[in-house]
Every structure is written in C-alpha cells, then in structure tokens.
C-alpha cells in the first residue's frame, strides 16, 4: 500500500472537488449559477491534467473552455428565455435506476482494470510542448487539416443559421403561424 | 515532484466513469436544452481524461512512449468546442421558431 504522498493528496482533493461540482452542474435550479459551476469544474479537469503532466492541455482547457465555451453559453441563456427546473418522467422510476446503473458501471471499469494488465512504469512527466507540435504537424497532419475542415463547417453552418434570424428580426414577435407563413413565402428560408 | 506519476492509474479511470455517469444522468433526465449540452461538456471532459491518463501512463509493452493521446484529446477539445457553437445556434433557432428550449415540446419535425 502507498503512502499518502503530496501527489495523491492533491488528486483526491481536486478529483472531490470535481465531482462535486459536476452534480451542482445538474442539480442547480439557477442556469447562470450551473453555468458558474460548469466554469468551476472545467478549471478542475484542467488542474488534474496538470496533476496529469498535460501542461499545454490545461492550457488550453482553460483558454477554450473556461474562456469560449462558457461565453458562448451565458449568451445563449440570456438569449433564450430560463425554464422552470423540471425532471422528466416520473421521479421514483428515475432515483434508484441511474444510481444502480451507475455504480455497475464503476465496479465493470474497477474490475477490468483490476485484472488487466498494470502500465508501463516509463510514464513520464515532462513532455516538451515540441514533442506535441512535432506530432501535430507532422504523424497527425492530416487529421489536423481535418479539424480545421470541421471548424470551417462549424463556422459556415453557424452563420448560415443565425443570418436567417439577423435578415427576420420580425420573427422575434411572431407567433409560429406567421413564422410559417414568412418561410412560406421566401419557399422555406430555414431548410 | 519526482518523474514518474505516483497516482494508481485505477484512480483516474473511476474519476471518469463517474463523471461519465453523472453527465449521462443529467443528459437523460433534464429538459432544458442548455442543461443537456453542459451534461455533454461533461462527458466530452470525461472522456478527455481518460485520454490524457493513457497517454501519461504510457504503452503497456515496452514500445517507446509517445503523447499522442495528448494530441487526440486536443482533437477532442477542438470538436467539443464546435459541437458547443453549434448546438447553441441550434438552439437560438429553435428559440425563435417554438418559443422555448424544452426539449420535450419540440416534437415535431417541421421546417
């Protein structure tokens, strides 16, 4: 058995902490506090990719999520009205089931890791951020052109739904009729 | 700080399976659009520790260790940040044409 060391200590704190707010995540009644909590728990999964040796990875964690994401998510709340917390289907059926499932789940993973074999001891700390660029530009090239294809698509697609909106601004007092009768006459502007 | 990890690579594989079922807890029982795209956050950071993990620990033979897991969770990243632009438009359209985001009422599937 292990002793307690400063590593273990900060992984079990930091993993407590990210669990923690990962279910405020879910049971917050409030939307912008969940999204609070969502920012929390982002710079917790950064921290253990730092506990991890993932320095440039926590990086951008931080730097996307923490920074993009979570913005994008604040507009899109004060963008569309809040809903009352409601729980979908009946409660009983759903306190018992998901918790079963989900400690199944977790004894599957602790037991085929338990029986599988143990990693290598070469796992290493320090990787140079150089190591990750060679890799990216050079083995991984193409599923790097990739990504940027996909961002390309993401940003096309994005514009192309919210323009419909900017050219309708009418559309933001109709009722659903009138939308209709609006994509009737310019032969379906949002297909 | 020595080399070498000292956490059981055990550890941050049950860290993730219960964030994974936390997210898919979430994603199943809440209605609001919003609340099931962070519910997917979630699970996307999930499974981007168990990436970082199997890159950290290394290959289980004696081939020579890469951080290549590094660079599909940075792949993963990019993809999750898309997926969260996108499926907010979405949302913002489906907002304007039905009024709300609950996911229970946007039934019907009209143009």
């Given at each position: 058995m292990?002793?307690?060391s400063l590593e273990l200590f900060l992984f079990l704190g930091i993993s407590t902490l990210t669990v923690f707010f990962a279910g405020l995540i879910i049971w917050e009644k409030n939307q912008v506090r969940a999204i609070i909590f969502?920012?929390?728990?982002?710079?917790?999964i950064a921290g253990m990719y730092l506990l991890l040796g993932a320095q440039y990875l926590a990086i951008v964690q931080i730097m996307v999520y923490a920074g993009g994401v979570v913005v994008l998510f604040i507009f899109a709340i004060h963008l569309t009205r809040s809903e009352e917390f409601r729980v979908r289907g009946s409660i009983n059926q759903l306190r018992s089931l998901p918790i079963?499932?989900?400690l199944l789940l977790v004894?599957?993973?602790?037991l085929s890791a338990l029986i599988g074999t143990e990693p290598s001891p070469n796992a290493t700390l320090d990787v140079p951020v150089s190591e990750l660029g060679y890799l990216l530009f050079g083995q991984q090239l193409v599923s790097f052109f990739f990504m940027g294809l996909i961002l390309f698509a993401t940003i096309f697609a994005t514009i192309y739904l919210v323009s419909w909106l900017i050219e309708h601004p009418v559309a933001y007092e109709?009722?659903?009729?009138?939308?209709?009768?609006?994509?009737?006459?310019n032969n379906g502007g949002l297909e | 700080m020595s080399e070498f990890v000292n956490i059981p690579i055990l550890w941050v594989l049950?860290?993730?399976?219960?964030?994974?079922?936390?997210?898919?807890?979430?994603?199943?029982?809440?209605?609001?659009?919003?609340?099931?795209?962070m519910c997917i956050e979630i699970i996307?950071?999930?499974a981007n520790l168990n990436f970082i993990a199997f890159s950290t620990y290394g290959p289980l033979s004696g081939a020579v260790p890469t951080s290549l897991g590094q660079v599909f969770a940075f792949f993963s990243i990019v993809v999750a940040a898309a997926e969260a632009s996108l499926g907010l438009a979405l949302l913002l359209v489906v907002y304007r044409h039905y009024k709300t985001i609950s996911i229970d009422k946007i039934d019907h599937l009209r143009g």
């Open positions: 292990q002793a307690l969502l920012t929390f728990f982002l710079i917790t079963f499932a989900g004894l599957v993973v602790a109709m009722g659903e009729e009138e939308i209709e009768e609006l994509l009737n006459e | 049950m860290l993730s399976v219960v964030l994974l079922a936390i997210g898919a807890y979430g994603l199943m029982t809440r209605k609001n659009g919003i609340r099931m795209l996307l950071n999930a």
